[in-house]
T-cell receptor, first 112, second 112 residues
Framework: NAGVTQTPKFRVLKTGQSMTLLCAQD?????MYWYRQDPGMGLRLIHY???????AKGEVPDGYNVSRLKKQNFLLGLESAAPSQTSVYFC???????????FGPGTRLTVT | KNQVEQSPQSLIILEGKNCTLQ??????????LRWYKQDTGRGPVSLTI?????NTKSNGRYTATLDADTKQSSLHITASQLSDSASYIC???????????FGKGTTLSVSS
């Protein structure tokens, strides 16, 4: 039981490049979330999904897109990376709404 | 405005000593309050979740208290260990897991 895994662990992008972050969970959780964590700030929700095939915007969705084609996977895309998107990205999942959230190990993204 | 404030921002204690971290919130409506531990370079790990009706909850050497009237919570760590060195994050839910309000965290350093 791996829990929540994230790929890649580190990435450096140039401004304007695109990339996709992959999150996978093996706990059969319905809900999945993408957060970003910046120095001196609390985690902020980017997008979330309440089930396979669904996505919704969180607090800071601009510049990101997501997809949940399979229940166990939640993808976060950056179409045209900007330096302001330099951050640590965490994926999380929960069995149902407002239940305990389990976090992945994070992806450290630097945009130059 | 929904906010979660934690104090102190950082704390240094000697191994074996006890410490208490504080969390004040202005979130309304209130659903539950969570404490997470985040080791450097890792994702947050849940320590406790408390609902309105719970005023204390323990997880090993960690004991969380909640006063819903004054909107305050504390996390008490007993007989600290070097492995307790981490950031401790207070999180409040206002009825949905997709609406968590994260504090900025307290960084605890335990020295020998």
């Amino acid at each position: 039981n791996a829990g929540v895994t994230q790929t890649p662990k580190f990435r450096v992008l140039k401004t304007g490049q695109s990339m996709t972050l992959l999150c996978a969970q093996d706990m059969n959780h319905e809900y999945m979330y993408w957060y970003r964590q910046d120095p001196g700030m609390g985690l902020r929700l980017i997008h979330y999904s309440v089930g396979e095939g669904t996505t919704a915007k969180g607090e800071v969705p601009d510049g990101y897109n997501v997809s949940r084609l399979k229940k166990q996977n939640f993808l976060l895309g950056l179409e045209s990376a900007a330096p302001s998107q330099t951050s640590v990205y965490f994926c999380a999942s929960s069995l149902r709404d407002n239940y305990e959230q389990y976090f992945g190990p994070g992806t450290r993204l630097t945009v130059t | 405005k929904n906010q979660v404030e934690q104090s102190p921002q950082s704390l240094i204690i000697l191994e074996g000593k006890n410490c208490t971290l504080q969390c004040n919130y202005t979130v309304s409506p209130f659903s539950n309050l969570r404490w997470y531990k985040q080791d450097t370079g890792r994702g947050p790990v849940s320590l406790t979740i408390m609902t309105f009706s719970e005023n204390t909850k323990s997880n090993g050497r960690y004991t969380a208290t909640l006063d819903a009237d004054t909107k305050q919570s504390s996390l008490h760590i007993t007989a600290s260990q070097l492995s307790d060195s981490a950031s401790y994050i207070c999180v409040v839910s206002n009825q949905a897991g997709t609406a968590l309000i994260f504090g900025k965290g307290t960084t605890l350093s335990v020295s020998s």
